[in-house]
């Protein structure tokens, strides 16, 4: 009995702990928004397109949470003022009923707020590139990424979300050895993030002779795509020297300083002419060889990022390396990572994934609430 109430008081006690540091938090986060919102008042700040843009955008992420604080706030107010009026024998029956009512609202609020407080993935609204290819198990892990391809389709038709192929090798027997998808649409890496990795398939092939059932695999890489901004200098970044031609020319080419070198300080990417008798014209050259470097490094950043991103994204594509397990005779789906096994497989790979995704999404946002409220 001892110990039962000590559990109890322990639960009590965390519960009320967390519900202060979800109080503290969004105390902080209203604090921040009048400080943004006098920021934005400022004449130096309103000067600064730059600033004002950036304390706006920060402004603007705020709002909606703030204005369900602000409601919380004014009904947990109401909420304490009918439990005080419970023990008036006169008011009782009136303060009873606020109570009923108010104590459900503010129970949603909270998860409302808590759901609220998790910061957004900024690429969560970027379009992806969806790549599928045939892992472990020959042809009927070609055929299996086909039944994979035809699932996400499915599901982009169903969610008005719009693909094409960019890239496609099909296999000996069907299917795919890889395909290379590009989707478009709303919050498309939101919703399909999750599906990195390696999903394995259990079933009898149809090449398959003696009815035995396979283990195989594909491969499933879900990159947000990535733009190639364009290469903007600043001047305070770049040092500037000159120095005499050598080469042909004669005597005005060694006399004179025309040529020109640009130093861009925190790459270290140098580029320099020397091509023109003209100083401004070397310029121009130079400059112009600077920002073309700086463009090719850009896009190997860009191309390496991709890469890197792939590699973290994929395992080996081997059987036991999985995500997801679709077992045919048993008409069973399993997630791995959430324990989620559902038996309606052939509504998900005709691209029912919703109950998937969503549960991924929910048990991620839990995640990183705990983190959120940690910190």
Known sequence: MYRRLNAIHISFYLCALFYNMLLDKLHSIYDRYQYLEERMSDPSVVSNMDEYSKISKEYKDLKEIVGVYLIYKKKTEQFK??????????????????????????????????????????EDSKDVILEIRSGTGGDEASIFAGDLYRMYTRYFETHGLKFEILDVNEGNVGGYNKVVLEVTGENVYGKLKFESGAHRVQRVPKTEAQGRVHTSAATVVVMPKLE????????????????????????HVNKT???????????????????????????????????????????????????????????????????????YPQNRVTDHRINLTLYNLNDIVNGDLDEIIEALQVADQAERLKGEMEE
Do not use: W
């Not at 459900?104 to 998860?111: F, G, K, R, T």
């Not at 903007?232 to 005597?251: C, E, P, W």
């Not at 990417?269 to 091509?275: H, K, P, R, Y």
């Not at 700086?294 to 191309?303: K, S, T």
């Open 81 to 122: 003022q009918a439990k005080e009026m419970l023990s008036d024998p006169e008011l009782r029956d009136m303060a009873q009923m606020e109570y009923d009512q108010l104590r459900p609202e503010l129970e949603q609020m909270e998860e409302e707020l808590k759901i609220l407080l998790i910061p957004k993935d900024p």
């Open 228 to 251: 190639l901004e364009e290469v903007n200098i600043n001047k305070a970044d770049l040092r500037v020297d000159t120095f005499r031609s050598s080469g042909a020319g004669g005597q």
């Open 257 to 327: 300083e025309s040529g020109v070198r640009f130093t861009h300080i925190p790459s270290g990417i140098v580029a320099e002419s020397m091509d023109s008798r003209s100083q401004h014209k070397n310029r121009e050259i130079a400059f112009n060889r600077m920002l073309q470097k700086m463009q090719d490094a850009h896009i190997m950043r860009y191309e390496n990022e991709v890469a890197s991103k792939r590699r973290s994204l994929v395992g080996s594509g081997d059987r036991s390396d999985k995500i997801r397990t679709y077992n």
